[in-house]
Nanobody, 125 residues
Framework: QLHLVESGGGLVQTGGSLRLSCAASGSTFRDYGMGWFRQAPGKAREFVSGVSRSGSSRYYSDSVQGRFFISRDNANNVVYLQMDNLKPEDTATYSC??????????????????WGQGTQVTVSS
């Protein structure tokens, strides 16, 4: 089992930046592909970004491409989401998720086995 805990959310103005962290424990972190998803009130959960086990492959939704950057530190069992040039439409609860490497399809939320509790990001206009 893998336990995930997000941090780093908060309130920021339009154009600002935040860095989210997701700390993992309980299993071999490097065996898992990781993803970030978000959900705004009244909307469906949506894929934001994903990173492969080694960190060599990264994926982004069209809405965040060029503004967000995902990375991971396998030595310290952490995945990060650097969010720059934030917009009000980025306001949501952000959750990290993990799927075992050979079952990882970055954009498919139903393929992820483990989820964190989420961290709130609010971007004011």
């Amino acid at each position: 089992q893998l336990h995930l805990v997000e941090s780093g959310g908060g309130l920021v103005q339009t154009g600002g930046s935040l860095r989210l962290s997701c700390a993992a424990s309980g299993s071999t972190f490097r065996d898992y592909g990781m993803g970030w998803f978000r959900q705004a009130p009244g909307k469906a959960r949506e894929f934001v970004s994903g990173v492969s086990r080694s960190g060599s492959s990264r994926y982004y939704s069209d809405s965040v491409q060029g503004r967000f950057f995902i990375s991971r530190d396998n030595a310290n069992n952490v995945v990060y989401l650097q969010m720059d040039n934030l917009k009000p439409e980025d306001t949501a609860t952000y959750s990290c998720a993990a799927a075992h490497g050979d079952r990882w399809f970055p954009r498919m939320d139903f393929k992820y086995e483990y989820w964190g509790q989420g961290t709130q990001v609010t971007v004011s206009s």
